[in-house]
């Protein structure tokens, strides 16, 4: 029996409004700080996409579905609770690309495209998301950091390889 039949609830909207900062990490004498250049209504960054996962809500709970047959599951999946105030992430990866949803909460994503040949490479992006379903895929080369926003922030991450700890590179964007 298919998910959609069983109390499927109100399905949420198809696209996800999105304010995206645009920006320079500036290095200066009393530390890095984030230069926004512009806002846009979607990422700037070379094969950084938003979506809206298939999310259906009601009184009871809220149902976010994460694998299906159209998107590629990867190989690794994992749920992650953010504490308010704090950060996960603050790294890329040279050979796994993430598709990471808000399952609860309000995140902060923070981009940082790393790769050379990249169009917009050390280019950044902030945005701030807060329905449930949302989904933000993160290729190899771009640094990524979620700051939880004043409440918990559940995130799911689906990962295109296994964990291998010799392909996170540190990038430190959570003190930007």
């Known amino acids: ?32 700080r984030l230069q ?9 960054l070379e094969g950084v996409e938003v979506t ?24 690794l999946g994992y749920a992650v609770v953010v504490r308010p105030g704090c950060s996960v992430g603050d790294h890329y990866h040279h050979r796994r690309e993430e598709r990471i949803l808000l399952l609860h909460g309000q995140a902060e994503f923070r981009l940082q495209d790393q790769r ?35 409440a918990l922030a559940v995130l799911q991450v689906l990962a295109s390889t296994d964990y291998d700890p010799d392909d996170d590179v540190r990038v430190v964007l959570s003190a930007l």
């Open 116 to 150: 050379p040949s990249s169009s917009s490479y050390e280019r950044m992006n902030v945005f701030t998301l807060d329905y449930p379903g949302a989904c933000v895929r993160v290729p190899t080369g771009v640094a990524h950091t979620v700051l939880a926003d004043g």
């Open 52 to 75: 809206q996962a298939q999310t259906f809500i009601n009184e009871r709970r809220t149902l976010v579905v994460s694998y299906n047959s159209h998107e590629p599951p990867g190989t």
């Open 36 to 44: 926004v250049e512009r806002e846009t209504r979607h990422p700037t």
């Open 1 to 32: 029996m298919s998910y959609q039949l069983l109390d499927a609830g109100a399905r949420v909207q198809e696209t996800v409004p999105l304010v995206v900062q645009e920006g320079r990490v500036i290095r200066g004498p009393s530390g890095d």
